[in-house]
């Protein structure tokens, strides 16, 4: 099992930044790949961004590529999602999500079997 504790959420102004992380325990050595998604009120849950733990291959949806950077600290079992240039449309509460198997598939959400609780990114125009 591992357990996911994300942090670093809040309320910032259009163009402003935010650093989430990640904080994985337990199981930590059989993650293979670390996913960040998030889900805006009315919408599904999309995939934002994913990495690699072994090698830090990172991946990133269209909407956030050249603002968005995700990370890895494999000394302290955490991810990270640095966040730039932040839009209105970015407001989602952000999960990471822990993928256990070399599944293939980095951005879909059913292939992650460890999820956190989720934080709040809320952006103000």
């Known amino acids: 099992q591992v357990q996911l504790v994300e942090s670093g959420g809040g309320l910032v102004q259009a163009g402003g930044s935010l650093r989430l992380s990640c904080a994985a325990s337990?199981?930590?050595?059989?993650?293979?790949?670390m996913g960040w998604f998030r889900q805006a009120p009315g919408k599904e849950r999309e995939f934002v961004a994913a990495?690699?733990?072994?090698?830090?291959?990172?991946y990133y949806a269209d909407s956030v590529k050249g603002r968005f950077t995700i990370s890895r600290d494999k000394a302290k079992n955490t991810a990270y999602l640095q966040m730039n240039t932040l839009k209105p449309e970015d407001t989602a509460v952000y999960y990471c999500a822990a993928d256990p198997n070399y599944s293939g598939d980095y951005s879909d959400e059913h292939d992650y079997d460890y999820w956190g609780q989720g934080t709040q990114v809320t952006v103000s125009s």
């Open positions: 337990g199981d930590t050595f059989s993650i293979k790949t």
């Open positions: 990495i690699s733990w072994r090698l830090s291959v990172t």
